[in-house]
């Protein structure tokens, strides 16, 4: 199981731990420990590890319907050169490792991740990150329907409550959702185990 495989750290950006910030997630610091873990496992086996950011340009020519959806603009974020914009403190970057810089929820949307999967021969991909039920839903569902093999490693992925659900109810929702056709729903320690 351990050949052809692939580690996508998507979106572990400071705007999800900043106290200020609108998408501040609870209990930030026990999420990034786990992606970090599986950070550690691939680098250990010398195995490919892809970290992805979200960015936009200040003025949000590149965001498309990401801030205007439903015909009311917000406000962009993930702005180039901002502090939200910027990876996480304690995120392990393994030097050398590739980035891949999105614009839209889904990792493989106008980047060039398939390409660099192909490339490397990828037939299994590992999703840890940021929200679970946006980048890493959407990436996973796409990545499903390119016939690769998604692990989801549900407590390395994070999210903000959301109106009236909190972070574990949204995490058990996706989880519940993806496991029914797209992934298989791993915890870091099962992962850790394989």
Known sequence: MMKNIA????????????????LKVNHVESVVEN?????RYFENKNLPIIYIRHLHNPDGSDAGRMYDFSG??????FKKGSLEAEYIDDLIIIK???EIIKNRYNSFFNTDLADLLNKLKINRVVIVGFMTNFCCESTARDAHDRDYYVDFIIDATGTPDLGIF???????????TLSAGYVHILKTEEFLKI
């Open 96 to 98: 050398g490792a590739t």
């Open 72 to 77: 009311k603009t917000r406000k962009i974020g």
């Open 35 to 39: 992606i970090n873990k599986i950070i």
């Open 7 to 22: 580690l996508l750290v998507i979106d572990v950006q400071k705007i999800y731990s900043l106290n200020h910030s609108r």
């Open 166 to 176: 909190n972070q574990e109810q949204i995490k058990l929702a996706s989880a519940q």
